[in-house]
């Protein structure tokens, strides 16, 4: 399954309910685009048991404030709209899916 890019209308109602990991990135930032193939890879794999979507941060500014990014990639693993986990910078694909699974 392709990876959604969330915005200012979408966000809320897709990490209310569930474990939804949302990658906040840049187009511009090099790391960011060094994360996305594994992002897509954990997108493409869940087994419907998590969501995973994308936020750009230039163009959801308001969601990147609420939510305190002050760095690109930031993950963040929701569960039922709640934070659950953070994780900044480049991680493996382990890491990310631990985080998910903890979160489960």
């Known amino acids: ?11 809320a109602e897709k990490i209310k309910s569930g ?17 996305t193939p594994t992002v897509e890879e954990i997108g493409a794999e869940s087994d419907g048991s998590y969501a995973v979507y994308k936020v750009d941060i ?10 305190g990014i002050m760095s690109v990639p930031t993950m963040i693993v929701f569960k039922d ?3 659950a986990e953070r994780m ?3 991680q493996p694909k382990t890491a990310i899916l631990d985080a998910i699974a903890k979160a489960k």
Do not use: R
């Not at 230039?58 to 939510?67: L, R, S």
């Open 19 to 35: 474990v939804v990991l949302v990658d906040f990135f840049a187009t511009w930032c090099g790391p960011c685009k060094m994360l």
């Open 88 to 90: 900044i910078g480049v």
């Open 81 to 83: 709209g709640a934070e």
């Open 1 to 11: 399954m392709a990876v959604e890019h969330l915005n200012d209308s979408n966000f």
């Open 58 to 67: 230039d163009e959801c500014g308001d969601i990147a404030m609420d939510f």
